[in-house]
């Protein structure tokens, strides 16, 4: 990775710092963003190698363009874009709050979109680009109480099929991963009982830690994927057969 310039939205915590971290560590230059210009800065101050902190919110599409050509500009390129950016809001189908289906759809699907959208911009020039997006095996399954979420998630894998297959020709890969149930602060709010009969249903019988989806989206991101684009790659400890 040295040499290469990657961007991660959403890197302020979790999967996306854990990402930011793998990258910085295999000599990438790294650029996170969070909401928070603050928190976006302290997140990177804290991640050793050459790592930079913005704030973006990915519901606002002139700010994401904006920031992503203010990378490809800053550094002269753009390798890999990490559009990790994403929000859960649970309830049942019934019980959805118009707003609350609003927020998740700008976040998790429009904002994920304009981010690969403004990535395969800045990547064209080069002819070369790896772009992954956060799916979810719920996006691939379902599940009871997370109807919006999943269906938020199912675009996005299926938003990395499509865009696969439109920018192949030009150099840029996409794949999306669908990390099970990972040990975040996004899943803290399900409570012990639900994360605990969560491990249990998991083969591997524990949930996963952000590390481990941060190494998959590394290898995407990197020359040993290099003949893989299009993919949805399972991160899950064996829930999606
Ligand atoms: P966290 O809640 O821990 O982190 C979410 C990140 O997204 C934060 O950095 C937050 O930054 C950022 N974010 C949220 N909304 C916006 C926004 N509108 N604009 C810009 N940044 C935003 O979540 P996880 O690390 O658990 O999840 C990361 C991704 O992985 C998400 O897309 C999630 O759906 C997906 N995923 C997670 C799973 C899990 O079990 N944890 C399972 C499957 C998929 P800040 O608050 O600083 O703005």
């Known amino acids: 990775m040295s040499g290469r310039v990657a961007l991660v939205t959403g890197g302020t915590?979790?999967?996306?710092?854990?990402?930011?971290?793998?990258?910085?560590?295999?000599?990438?230059?790294?650029?996170?963003?969070?909401?928070?210009e603050a928190a976006a800065r302290e997140a990177a101050a804290a991640v050793p190698g050459t790592v930079s902190g913005v704030a973006l919110d990915v519901t606002d599409p002139k700010a994401v363009s904006t920031v992503v050509r203010g990378v490809a500009k800053e550094h002269g390129r753009l390798d890999v874009l990490v559009a990790n950016a994403g929000i859960m809001e649970g309830g049942m189908l019934g019980m959805i709050r118009e707003d609350d289906l609003d927020r998740t759809l700008a976040t998790n699907v429009s904002g994920t979109i304009h981010t690969v959208q403004a990535a395969a911009r800045a990547m064209m020039r080069k002819k070369t680009g790896s772009i992954i997006v956060l799916a979810s095996v719920v996006g691939l399954q379902g599940s009871a109480g997370q109807s919006v979420y999943a269906a938020s998630k199912a675009a996005v894998a299926n938003l990395a099929r499509s865009a696969a297959k439109?920018?192949?020709?030009?150099?840029?890969?996409?794949?999306?991963?669908?990390?099970?149930?990972?040990?975040?602060?996004?899943?803290a709010g399900l409570g012990e009982q639900v994360r605990a009969a969560n491990a249990d249903r998991t083969p591997l019988g524990r949930l996963g830690r952000p590390e481990e989806v941060a190494g998959a989206i590394t290898f995407l991101a990197g020359d040993q994927a290099s003949f893989i684009t299009g993919q949805v790659l399972g991160v899950d400890g064996g829930l999606v057969p």
Not at 167 to 182: D, E, F, K, Q, T
Request: charged share 20%.
């Open 13 to 36: 915590r979790g999967i996306g710092l854990a990402t930011v971290r793998a990258l910085a560590e295999a000599g990438a230059t790294v650029v996170l963003t969070g909401r928070e």
């Open 166 to 187: 439109e920018l192949g020709r030009s150099g840029i890969r996409v794949n999306a991963v669908a990390p099970g149930v990972i040990d975040t602060a996004l899943t």
